[in-house]
């Protein structure tokens, strides 16, 4: 019987020595463990943000103003770039086969750069349309795109209620 106020003993484990076990205690196995899986987190985590920091590299890629490209010069030759610019009016040509050239421009018209593109055209291109071509420029002067992106005006216009809606001008070339 123990005395009132104090607490009965603690009653006792019966675990193997730590002689015995080859270890510095029963929970040994279990810090090994952790350090075990934080190392296989921390690859996980290297492995995976060294994935995305190299799929990301091309798409990181900012655009460069026709402008930059020519002061580049012969060192922008062959290669990728993003240039931003504007179609020049009266020189858009587009054939059957969706073979397009262009003129575009940044801050004067008379020092432009002239496009050639093989695809599908965007809705919103057009003259006087801002847009940004994914290319390369080759010795001849001539940027090739293989990618063609038509920016859309910053303004936005709502229609007045009840008023109806005004379509968008058609800006496709016809031969």
């Given at each position: 019987m123990t005395p009132q106020g104090s607490s009965p003993p603690a009653p006792e484990l019966d675990l193997p020595p730590a002689s015995k076990t080859g270890?510095?205690?029963p929970i040994a196995w279990y810090q090994g463990a952790n350090k075990k899986v934080l190392a296989g987190v921390v690859i996980i985590v290297i492995t995976v943000a060294a994935l995305m920091i190299t799929s990301l590299g091309d798409a990181l890629t900012y655009y460069n103003t026709v402008d930059e490209l020519k002061k580049d010069g012969a060192d922008a030759i062959e290669d990728r770039r993003r240039v931003g610019g504007r179609v020049l009016t009266g020189t858009i040509e587009k054939d059957g086969q969706n073979n397009l050239s262009f003129a575009i421009y940044h801050s004067e018209p008379t020092d432009t750069l002239e496009v050639h593109?093989?695809?599908?055209?965007?809705?919103?291109?057009?003259?006087?349309?801002?847009?940004?071509?994914e290319g390369k420029l080759q010795s001849d002067g001539v940027f090739y795109a293989s990618n063609l992106i038509a920016q859309h005006p910053p303004e936005f216009k709502v229609a007045e209620p009840g008023s109806p809606h005004d379509p968008v001008k058609d800006r496709s070339i016809r031969q």
């Open positions: 270890s510095k205690g593109y093989r695809g599908i055209t965007p809705d919103l291109f057009g003259e006087e349309v801002d847009v940004i071509v």
